[in-house]
């Protein structure tokens, strides 16, 4: 059983469209994290969230927590080729448990 | 910034053979992880650790071992390689309540 469901699993836009990946859950976490990874690269923490409803923005990226802390999103404004790449969610049950991660979205910006 | 690095970024090895990775951090981190990572499988948890010369069996420790005899450092070992470990090998390590953060991984092939 996957306890943290990512979809779409693949994507492919145009350059300037906007996009938005979801990361779903039946459990509770303490907190989420979204990293991505580029090919031959380890993953790269973007943001994490720990507070239910919270928004978190960088640059066009911005980052939801579902008010239950359940699920989050990330929504990328006007896609560019740089953002290509793995998008991973990775959820923490309880205080120092290890991660559950999803098992990504894979994106690709077409200029 | 965080530095966890994995000392080989490309391995090759035969069958039978015993492996050892090895995975260096920099920030004092309490926490350290193993992981492999195959398409559409994402992210499984190998082993992990809390503490020097303290390990945990993850989601899939079979066929591998782990050594933490110092706390900057945490060695993956597959004791007799076979084919179905050929993978990207990552390594995390975080502090108290902190975002994991990962090596740029290991490729590993067994031919």
Known sequence: TQLLEQSPQFLSIQEGENLTVYCNSSSVFSSLQWYRQEPGEGPVLLVTVVTGGEVKKLKRLTFQFGDARKDSSLHITAAQPGDTGLYLCAGERSGNTPLVFGKGTRLSVIA | ?111
Not at chain 2, 11 to 19: A, I, N, Q, S
Not at chain 2, 44 to 69: A, N, Q, T
Not at chain 2, 81 to 96: I, K, P
Request: aromatic share 10%.
């Open chain 2, 1 to 111: 910034d965080v530095k966890v690095t994995q000392s080989s970024r490309y391995l090759v090895k035969r069958t039978g053979e015993k492996v050892f990775l090895e995975c260096v951090q920099d920030m004092d981190h309490e926490n350290m992880f193993w992981y492999r990572q195959d398409p559409g499988l994402g992210l499984r948890l190998i082993y992990f650790s809390y503490d020097v010369k303290m390990k945990e069996k993850g989601d899939i420790p079979e066929g591998y071992s782990v050594s933490r005899e110092k706390k900057e450092r945490f060695s993956l070992i597959l004791e007799s390689a076979s084919t179905n470990q050929t993978s990207m090998y990552l390594c995390a390590s975080n502090g108290q309540n902190q975002p994991q953060h990962f090596g740029d991984g290991t490729r590993l092939s067994i031919l």
